[in-house]
């Protein structure tokens, strides 16, 4: 009996121990220097990210005007008190948006676009509205990288001409360790497949997809198995559109953006991902 007991009180310790360890990790994923955090608000048919490592801050996309407060609701979690780049897809009010407020709201170093500002009058406005505010526009193309702390963004950026400003989003390749994500933007299925053949799988290969276009259209198989995401985000609330339901197929975890704050923090070898309820939110 005796035996018993100290082989039980043995396993009790183990248990206790084990799980110590498991919170520790956890811990240290959420305070470590040079993490690598990703961003989601509480917004619905829109798309807006930031991504802060290295005492840097990214947004991408800026969503509606009408998710400014949701946006300030997210940065103010992430105690962000200045943006050192916004970078935007594609001129679509779902995207650019709140851009004008949020560069009254904070300081921005600066902003990167995808398009002339002669593509069209939203174009011509984020242009307008960072130069009359001494903010450096800087036009991007396929191939450029830019760097928030340790973490690279690789741009794919379709350029061809006669085809959907959705069609034509900057994509985003996210690179932190042996970590990755990819932020797509609007593209749909077509535009996917040819970033797979002319970038190869490895530059597909994600740990976390932003599903394309709020979830509104499936990829082609080949593709979303080639992806292999461990999570899905998806900017919108949960209904039965046909990229949903291919997502809610797989076997990654499905977040959708319409609850709450999402947010992935990286060591550069695995993800931790939390919800923080909001107080914008109906």
């Not at 950026?157 to 900057?170: A, H, K, Y």
């Not at 992806?227 to 997502?247: L, N, T």
């Amino acid at each position: 009996m005796r035996k018993f007991a100290a082989f039980f009180m043995a396993l009790m310790l183990l248990h206790v121990c084990l799980v110590a360890e498991a919170e520790t990790t956890a811990t240290d994923l959420h305070t470590a220097d040079g993490t690598l955090r990703l961003w989601f608000p509480q917004v619905t048919e829109a798309d807006c990210a930031l991504i802060q490592c290295g005492g840097q801050n990214l947004l991408v996309d800026c969503g509606t005007k009408n998710d400014f407060e949701a946006i300030c609701e997210m940065l103010e979690a992430a105690q962000v008190e200045k943006l050192d780049a916004i970078f935007i897809s594609h001129p679509h009010h779902d995207h650019m948006g709140a851009l004008e407020l949020l560069l009254d709201a904070y300081p921005v170093g600066t902003l990167y676009v995808c398009h002339d500002k002669k593509e069209s009058a939203k174009a011509s406005n984020m242009w307008r509205w960072a130069e009359t505010r001494n903010v450096p526009v800087v036009r991007c193309h396929t191939g450029d990288v830019l760097t928030v702390g340790e973490t690279k963004l690789e741009l794919y950026l379709s350029e061809r001409s006669g085809v959907d400003m959705n069609e034509r989003s900057g994509v985003l390749r996210l690179e932190f360790g042996s970590c990755s994500a990819l932020l797509t933007a609007d593209i749909g299925p077509y535009t996917m497949q040819l970033i797979h053949e002319q970038m190869g799988d490895a530059w597909l290969k994600a740990d976390i997809l932003k599903f394309p276009h709020h979830g509104a259209r499936a990829l082609y198989d080949a593709e979303m198995q080639t992806i292999a995401p461990d999570y899905i985000v998806i900017s919108a609330e949960k209904q039965g559109r046909d990229g949903k339901k291919q997502a809610e197929a797989q076997s990654a975890t499905v977040i959708y953006t319409d609850t709450d704050i999402t947010c992935f923090t990286c060591n550069g070898t695995a993800w931790l991902q939390r919800s923080i309820a909001t107080v914008t939110k109906e």
